[in-house]
T-cell receptor, first 116, second 119 residues
Framework: DIQVTQSPSSLSASVGDRVTITCRAS??????LNWYQQKPGKAPRLLIY????????????FLQSGVPSRFNGSGSGTDFTLTISSLQPEDFATYYC?????????FGQGTKLEIK | QITLKESGPTLVKPTQTLTLTCTLS??????????VGWIRQPPGKALEWLAL???????RYSPSHKNRLTITKDTSKNRVVLTMTNMDPVDTATYYC???????????WGQGTMITVSS
């Protein structure tokens, strides 16, 4: 089974800051790493996902509809990052990565982003 | 508009079997490529993937719970059912069902249902 290790577990930042969250997979997962945002008492919200295609090459990564462009996902193989370019007040939440390369799927342990 | 809603008991005794229903709206689990998954989250802890059922009735399970889990679909009633046997207090969590258009990422989630396991 593929394990996903997320870091840091918590992060303090200010509005306007640029922040980066990292996920590392225990084996190569191509680009099949999705990102979610969760606010207290709410279900997770999909931010960034990867689509499998019939074409050769690296599977493309997409921003979910309605997600601001300040969210960006990058990486391939085993190392991935979520970057928020300029934090807004509504971005303070917990973030999770999820590998979808193969079942059983797995989530990271979460990163709680708090206001400094 | 796609929506999902979980339903089931709020309290389960240890050793009992939990049956959760996910009622689907706005899509059909007979649509090619579509899947519905179950994910749970213990209080204050991370998300944990449990099971997935595809449009073609292919089923996948978490090996950590495989012997305890069964996922089924009733396309005519737009429902997905998850059963988990031999419940234990460590299974106390919010259980979510979620839509996946390709069987990989989960784009639409139910509101979740909190299940407490206690005698």
């Amino acid at each position: 089974d593929i394990q996903v290790t997320q870091s840091p577990s918590s992060l303090s930042a200010s509005v306007g800051d640029r922040v980066t969250i990292t996920c590392r997979a225990s084996q190569s997962i191509s680009t099949f790493l999705n990102w979610y945002q969760q606010k207290p008492g709410k279900a997770p919200r999909l931010l960034i996902y990867t689509l499998a295609t019939s074409q050769s090459g690296v599977p493309p990564r997409f921003l979910q509809s309605g997600v601001p462009s300040r969210f960006n996902g990058s990486g391939s193989g085993t190392d991935f990052t979520l970057t928020i370019s300029s934090l807004q007040p509504e971005d303070f939440a917990t973030y999770y990565c999820q590998q979808s390369y193969t079942t059983p799927y797995s989530f990271g342990q979460g990163t709680k982003l708090e206001i400094k | 508009q796609i929506t999902l809603k979980e339903s089931g008991p709020t309290l389960v005794k240890p050793t009992q079997t939990l049956t959760l229903t996910c009622t689907l709206s706005g899509f059909s689990l007979s649509d090619a490529g579509v899947a519905v998954g179950w994910i749970r989250q213990p209080p204050g802890k991370a998300l944990e993937w449990l099971a997935l059922i595809y449009w073609d009735d292919d089923k996948r399970y978490s090996p950590s719970h495989k012997n305890r889990l069964t996922i089924t679909k009733d396309t005519s009633k737009n429902r997905v059912v998850l059963t988990m046997t031999n419940m234990d207090p460590v299974d106390t969590a919010t259980y979510y069902c979620a839509h996946s258009p390709t069987g990989r990422a989960f784009d639409i989630w139910g509101q979740g249902t909190m299940i407490t396991v206690s005698s």
